[in-house]
Each structure stands twice: as C-alpha cells, then as structure tokens.
C-alpha cells in the first residue's frame, strides 16, 4: 500500500489545488498572462470578423474578443456557432478595460465550443413571475441571481463566523420530530412507520435541551410551516438560524440579535459591493442598520401603528409612488418611440430598463392597491391582537432602522414564553423588524423556567402533553433562566438585497403552490 504523506510519487498525481484553468474573479492576478477560462456564453455580439463574447463562470463576467485574423478555423467556427449558455473553453491573453463589465478583457486566442445550447428559453425581454420561477433551474444562471444567491452565502458566512467567535457550538435539531413549536395550524405531517411526524418549524426546544448541555449553541437548518398564505414573506420551506443560550434574560438575547444583524450588514456592505450594485441597492438604509436599534414594547409600537403621523405617511407616500408611476410610464413611452430608429446596444439598453420598468411598475400597482387598506386596519387594531404582515411594515416605515419590538400580550405567543414578572398580560418575547417595510426577521425571547407553568400552557395550548415529556425534564434537572431566538435566513437576505420577493433569495422555493423544479 502507498503511503498518501511519504509517497516520493506524489508529483505524478495532479494536485487538486491547482486547478488547469482561471476563475474570473482572479483575472486581475493574470493581467498580461495567457489563461484559460471555462463557463458559458452570457451575451455576443459580432461584428465584420469580431465575436465579442461575454463569458460567465458563476464568479463573474468576462467579455472575451475572438478576431477571426487570431484564431484558426477551429476556434474561430467555435465562437460563431456558439449560442447563449452554449459552454465554452477559451484561450487569451487578459488586459485592463475598465469599460468593460468586470473590468478586464481576453484577447482570445484559441476557442472551444464544449457544447452548443439549444434555443435559451430564457430571453433579455420580460418573463412572466411564473415562467422565470418554472424555469428557476436556468433563471439561476442570471446575473440578479447570481448577486442574491452569493449574498445569501455572505450572510450564512456571516452567521457562523459571529457566533463561533463569541464561543457558540453549532449544533443540528432533528427535522422529524414528533411535536409542534409553533402551533399547530402550520404543521407538516406524514407517515412515520405507523405514527404520526411532523416536518420540524423551529429547532427551539431541541435547541434548549443542547443549551442546557454545551451553554451557548446555534442551530443553521432547514424549517418547514404548512402556511397556506401567499404573501412576499413565506415560503412553506425556509432556513433559520437558532442561538438558545443558558443564563441569558431577554435583553441578553436582543443585545444579541443586534449584534449578529449589524456583523451581518457591515459583513455584506464591505464584501458584496458588486452584487449590491448588480441589484441597485441603495445601499443608505444598509449602513445606517449597524447598532443603535431602537427597542419598544409591543404597547409602544401599537401607538405609533396607530398614530396620526404613521397616517400622514401612508398619504406622502401614496402621492410619490402615483408621481413615481407617472414618471416610468413616460420613460417607458420614450424608449418604444425611439426603439425604431435605435441603435442594437441602445435597444439592448432599453429593454433591460423596460424589465426593470416593468417590475417597478407591477410593485407600484401592488402598494397602490394595498395601502389604503393597510391604513384602515391600522386604524381598527386592538391591543391584544398580533401584528400582521402591513401592520409591521407601517411600523417600521417610522425608523430609519431595525427596531426590536418586544413585551408581547401572551394571548397569541408560543406556549414556551416567560411571562413578564412585571405584568403577567405579557410575554417576555421580541421580535427584530427590518426596515423599509421589511418587516420581521427574527422572533424569540426569553423562555419559561417553571415546570408546572409550562405543564399548564401545553395543555392551554391544546398540544399533547406525552411529547412533551422529555422537554419537562429540562425543567426538572438544573432548571435556568435562557433565552434565544431564530433568525429568517431568507427574509434576512431579502431585506439586505432590498429586493420585493423572498422567493429569488432561495435557489429552489417552496410555496404553497410551488414543488418545481
Ligand atoms: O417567529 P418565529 O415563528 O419563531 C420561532 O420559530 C421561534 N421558535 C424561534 C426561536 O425563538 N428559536 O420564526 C422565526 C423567524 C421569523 O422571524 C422569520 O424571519 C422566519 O423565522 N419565518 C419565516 N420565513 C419564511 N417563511 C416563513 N413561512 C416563515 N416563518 C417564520
Ligand atoms: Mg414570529
């Protein structure tokens, strides 16, 4: 047998390290080098003798110009044949050219198609939601997603990072388990040998039992609510992100929360500028959400929801979207009456706009026909009740950034809440809201200690009490004060993209009417 370490032969097997071609995002290491470049065909544009082709490899866009006098006939019939998304392996030399996309631009010396693609289904011009989201396998390779997806792997980063810095263990909860945590309206179910599972919504009270264990953990998994609500903020199938931690009270637990967002923004401020600007993120928003998040009792937050001042807004802002609509309307105009006479790359220019016009304009129409509600319901709340979905984002339209709203009325809060010592309406619970109407990103709190208390509100809350036996025992044996809360990663990347829909910040949703592809 070989030894892998003292082997004498180890040259002779190629070193996984070092791969036989370059990466766009290390093009600037080659300026003036020949490389080899793989991916597939974003754009092309030809002219006499000319294929200007921009290549895409999943790290970025490189425009690589083949000129027919340069190659062979093999490589020149290459980058001829080759079709959007078509793969290709091409040769050259890298320079500067900061007018370029990327920055840089290979003078290609050799080309080969690796395979031509048939007719890309996917087109420059506006595709319906439902045709992108059916096509999602194919929409991925788009330059939007490819800035929200890395994003979302920023903020995962991110996460592990600022909790295995402060000493936190991850540590996974089962997905099948045989209890709701979150009520039992939005449950999973399935067949499980002859019994009854569920798909799991929250890794909280697996999560206490480990706290209890190793002091400070986090778990980073998967959760699953049965919700049968079509709004921008669910998906059936989501991740989320659950420190639980052994002597901490409430304030620990938000102090925490704080912390974690702003690692999370200044994280993705300093190291996803390309991708924020893919997305035309105004970025403002961004930099003031690090610290300083205001924190207001549920009371409070009812004040202002119903406040003349949150009205006023509302009306402010319905006459700047309407003048908003007006404005794109004309540009749209403008861009078919000289499409014409337009030039290729200017017609090129306007449909792109005309996509973006188009989104714009389908979310104008949406909040138009929104907000007179929202206001109206406002209007009508009552203490007591749980904040909806507009309520949230009337609220935080109030701060110019995240704000932690916590001391909740018990009445519509999770069976495992603290109660407030200081007046038993309340639970001891927060939830962060991002703002710009993003609304709700994390929810916890602090947790109830006592046995009996917690016997009393799983039978209150109508759950089993049998299933419930083994998270009583944390109760029995070196009961604690603790506290924790879970994190919505795709609600949190979405607020962060600054972009309409949660459903692009995942690279496969699943909603209540979506399980393709
Ligand atoms: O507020 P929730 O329901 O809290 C819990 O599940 C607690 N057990 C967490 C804890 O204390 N450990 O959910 C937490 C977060 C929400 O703030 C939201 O960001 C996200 O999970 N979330 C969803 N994201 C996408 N789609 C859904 N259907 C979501 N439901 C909750
Ligand atoms: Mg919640």
Wanted: net charge negative; hydrophobic share 35%.
């Amino acid at each position: 047998m070989i030894d892998p370490v003292d082997s004498d032969d180890r040259s002779a097997v190629p070193n996984p390290m070092i791969p036989d071609h370059s990466s766009i995002d290390s093009l600037s290491d080659c300026v003036g080098e020949e490389v080899t470049l793989r991916g597939w065909l974003y754009n092309k544009r030809s002219s006499k003798g000319l294929h200007f082709l921009v290549l895409r490899d999943g790290t970025g866009l490189c425009q690589c110009v083949v000129n027919e006098s340069a190659v062979d006939d093999t490589s020149w019939s290459a980058a001829d044949d080759a079709t959007r998304e078509s793969s290709l392996e091409l040769k050259g030399v890298v320079g500067i050219d900061d007018r370029q996309i990327g920055g840089f631009e290979l003078q290609v010396s050799s080309a080969v198609l690796i395979h031509k693609a048939e007719e890309y289904p996917i087109t420059p011009k506006e595709h319906g939601v439902d045709f992108l989201m059916n096509h999602r396998h194919l929409w991925l390779r788009s330059q939007r997603q490819w800035a929200i997806l890395r994003i979302r792997n920023r903020v995962t980063m991110s996460i592990h990072e600022f909790f295995q810095g402060r000493g936190f263990l991850q540590m996974d909860a089962p997905i099948l388990t045989g209890t709701a945590v979150e009520g039992t309206s939005t449950l999973f179910e399935m067949e499980y040998f002859g019994r009854t599972a569920y798909l799991t919504q929250s890794g909280q009270l697996h999560g206490e039992a480990m706290a209890m264990a190793f002091g400070k953990i986090y778990t980073f998994g998967p959760t699953f609510r049965a919700e049968k609500s079509k709004t921008r903020r669910h998906l059936t199938e989501f991740w989320m992100i659950e420190p639980e931690m052994a002597f901490y009270d409430l304030d620990g637990a938000m102090q925490l929360a704080e912390d974690m967002l702003s690692r999370i923004v200044s994280d993705a401020l300093r190291d996803c500028q390309a991708e924020l600007e893919v997305l035309e993120r105004d970025q403002e928003p961004l930099k003031r959400s690090i610290g300083g998040y205001p924190r207001i009792t549920y009371s409070e937050a009812v004040d202002i929801l119903k406040s003349e001042k949150t009205a006023q807004m509302v009306a402010n802002k319905i006459v700047a979207i309407e003048q908003e609509q007006k404005d794109i309307a004309a540009e749209s105009e403008e861009g078919k009456a000289a499409y014409g006479q337009a030039k290729k790359w200017q017609k090129r220019k306007t449909d792109a706009r005309e996509i973006e016009i188009q989104r714009r304009t389908n979310e104008i129409e949406e909040e138009l026909r929104n907000l007179p509600k929202w206001v109206e319901s406002a209007r009508q709340f009552e203490w007591g009740s749980d904040f909806g979905g507009s309520d949230e984002t009337l609220i935080t339209w109030n701060f110019d950034r995240p704000i932690i709203v916590h001391r909740f009325p018990h009445g519509f809060k999770a069976f495992y809440m603290k109660r407030d010592p200081e007046d038993d309406r309340l639970a001891l619970g927060m939830d962060v809201l991002a703002p710009e109407g993003y609304g709700e990103i994390v929810g916890g709190g602090e947790r109830a200690t006592d046995l009996s208390f917690l016997q009393d509100q799983v039978r209150a809350h109508g759950l089993p009490e049998e299933a419930f036996k083994w998270y009583f025992d944390l109760r029995r044996y070196g009961s604690v004060q603790h506290s924790g809360f879970g994190l919505g990663l795709e609600r949190t990347v979405t607020w962060i993209c600054g972009i309409h829909h949660l459903r692009e910040t995942i690279p496969f949703a699943r909603t209540l009417d979506r399980l393709y592809p």
